[in-house]
């Protein structure tokens, strides 16, 4: 089981934000219906995005820094033991990244060639986009390559100040413009409650050909030991004419 959940943060701002936790899911399925909100100062002449805070605790005046429009997202596997385990990550350059798959089908790594293939584009332009992306993590043995880990459908809308201040919207699922609460996969539940449930999906869906193949060969087993358990006693009556 998995219990999964999602972080969001722009570059070099120091506001990371994490979605409520999708506990023991079966199907490494999780469903969410989130919202993160990040404001930033942005020059368009220059495509960055402004940072500007003190460089030390004890700095008197504030640098600006200029740094590109990147959206970064992880997900992560909660632990109540140990640290929590790394899945995924994907990192949007907002200003040129690839268009979101339609379907999660369609989704893979391919998406994140650069060699001219693959359709681009920017929310700076468009406002609003949304599709599936690919989250990655490098392989084992090769760093230098990345394998496919996880997908995410999510919805980018970018909004001016006063666009933001008509149309308020609270973080996570809160007012205003509140969200609906996620519909959670049915394999959401805890196994020691439900132990029917446990071998279906635990045992049924994962190793479901090995259970008919035992069944099987039990079933065959069985036949033959009859058959050995009956023959001395028919071949008896058979020479006894009995």
């Known amino acids: 089981m998995s219990d999964i959940y999602v972080k969001g943060w722009m570059k070099g701002q120091d506001d990371m934000q994490s979605t409520d936790i999708h506990y023991r899911s079966l199907t490494g399925e999780g469903n969410f219906n989130w919202r993160f909100i990040f404001p930033f100062d942005y020059l368009v002449a220059e495509e960055k995005i402004v940072i500007t805070k003190k460089e030390t605790f004890f700095s008197l005046d504030e640098t ?7 959206l970064n ?10 640290a929590d385990d790394f899945l995924g990550a994907f990192t949007l350059d907002l200003n040129c990244f690839p268009r979101g798959a339609r379907s999660s089908k369609q989704c893979s790594t391919s998406m994140l060639k650069t060699d ?4 681009m584009m920017s929310l700076f332009k468009h406002k609003r986009v949304k ?12 760093d230098q390559e990345l394998e496919l ?4 459908e999510a919805e980018l809308n970018l909004l001016t100040i006063d666009e933001a ?14 969200l609906e609460k996620p519909n959670r996969p049915d ?21 479901k050909w090995v259970i008919i193949k035992v069944l099987v060969i039990l079933l065959l087993a069985l036949i033959i030991g009859l058959f050995i358990y ?13």
């Open 73 to 82: 997202l992880q997900v992560w596997d909660a632990d109540h033991f140990s």
């Open 131 to 142: 599709g599936w992306w690919p989250f990655t993590a490098k392989a084992e043995g090769n």
């Open 149 to 152: 880990t996880g997908k995410v």
């Open 116 to 119: 001219g293939s693959v359709p």
């Open 230 to 242: 009956n023959m001395p006693g028919y071949m008896v009556k058979k020479m006894m004419h009995a």
């Open 165 to 178: 201040e008509k149309h308020p919207a609270g973080l996570g699922r809160n007012e205003p413009e509140p």
């Open 187 to 207: 394999g959401s539940f805890i196994w020691f409650l439900s132990p029917l449930k446990s071998i279906r999906y635990i045992l049924w869906r994962n190793y």
């Open 64 to 70: 600006e820094t200029k740094i590109p429009a990147r």
